[in-house]
């Protein structure tokens, strides 16, 4: 098999590739604008990477998906930030670019793997979101945070329409918040632009507090990467046809916590770690608004739980890493620099 991977160099593609490469004999095509993450799988004679841009780069794309079998885009603008302060920028790349790609795997009928999002549910009621029977709750248009939920809706929606009409063969999955090593680069200062738990573990090698964004209240599913990633290859592998025109969550519903308690767990674990003895000591939890923190076109969500039903009865997957393993996972590769790719190939 032959896997286009756009966006490969970001956290789920290369974990992605590092895992499709040693455990199946797949090649891998990747894209992306830079290779800081993808050192163990530059020079495998299983993967060519190709430095380009998929806004510049198109005639490249269009030969691979043409030369692929199964097409997996991973480039997206996913920081709330930035869906206040540039929305069309977030337009333009998640959608507009995004668009493209999935019109030629219509046109070359190639299978198409897309990740939609967890944010997609909004401010949806239920315990446990469902992929097929959960409502799609956004807020109003100037809470402009809603932008990428809303792309990522109507490419849910075209997606499963070209599935309809034109048998385009596509899978969607639906991460919810993925942590792990490599999540990002903690030692770029970018409060309020960063996924949390890079934010957090910043702040404290940094020594500054952790601000809790109106208080730490709201809950959400933490999934350790490799978990995700074992449930996306299957998606791919599509045994039997499996995975054919379906719609998974792929998130931990155990691992339900508050940012708060993350927060706790996370001066926890560092404290365990050598020079960060009195590290709870030196690192207030500070509340902060929503409005103060992203500006007053965010708005927030109170819990984001997944059923993970539809995963384990077509893809026999479930997720196995707790939040506190995967925190000192992570930990371990950035305070440690523990090389977590080679201590996972030596434990296998």
């Known amino acids: 098999m032959r896997v286009l991977i756009l966006g490969v160099n970001g956290f789920i593609g290369n974990s992605l590739t ?26 495998h004679p299983r993967f060519h990477f190709f430095e380009g841009d998929i806004t510049i780069n198109k005639e490249w794309i269009a030969y691979h998906v043409r030369k692929c079998d199964v097409v997996v885009p991973l480039v997206a603008i996913a920081t709330p930030a930035l869906y206040v302060k540039d929305p069309i920028r977030v337009y333009e790349l998640d959608f507009e670019a995004n668009m493209e790609i999935v019109r030629q795997c219509v046109k070359y009928q190639k299978r198409l793997v897309f990740p939609s999002t967890s944010e997609l ?29 809303c792309i990522k809706q109507l490419l849910d929606r075209v997606i499963y329409a070209y599935g ?12 919810f918040n993925f942590v792990g090593p490599k999540l990002d680069d903690i030692n770029e200062p970018k409060e309020g632009s960063s996924r949390v738990v890079t934010q957090f573990l910043h702040n ?9 964004v109106d208080g730490g209240r709201q809950r959400r599913s933490f999934t350790f990467i490799d978990d995700g990633v074992d449930a996306i290859t299957r998606m791919i592998e599509n045994k039997d046809g499996c995975a054919s025109k379906k719609i998974f969550n792929v998130g931990n519903p155990a691992m339900d916590f508050s940012v708060r308690e993350l927060a706790e767990m996370l001066l ?3 404290s365990k770690y050598p020079g960060y003895k009195n590290i709870k000591k030196k690192i207030p939890l500070e509340d902060v ?29 479930k997720p196995k890493t707790d939040l506190r393993t995967a925190l000192k996972l992570t930990l371990d590769y950035h305070l440690l620099h523990k090389d977590y790719e080679l201590n996972k190939m030596q434990t296998r």
């Open 18 to 43: 590092w895992h499709i490469l040693n455990t199946h004999d797949w090649e891998v095509y990747g894209m992306d604008m830079a290779t800081t993450k993808l050192e163990h799988c530059l020079g």
């Open 121 to 149: 549910y909004g401010m949806c009621p239920d315990k446990e979101f469902d992929e097929y029977t959960s409502n799609l709750v956004l807020g109003p248009i100037p809470k402009q945070r809603w932008i990428y939920s």
């Open 164 to 175: 309809a009409t034109r048998d385009l063969d596509y899978t969607l999955f639906r991460p």
């Open 204 to 212: 404290v090698i940094h020594g500054r507090p952790i601000k809790l």
């Open 268 to 270: 926890d674990l560092v």
């Open 289 to 317: 608004s929503s409005a103060e923190y992203y500006g007053s076109a965010y708005q927030d969500v109170t819990h984001r739980v997944p059923s993970i039903k539809e995963a384990q009865k077509h893809l026999g997957w």
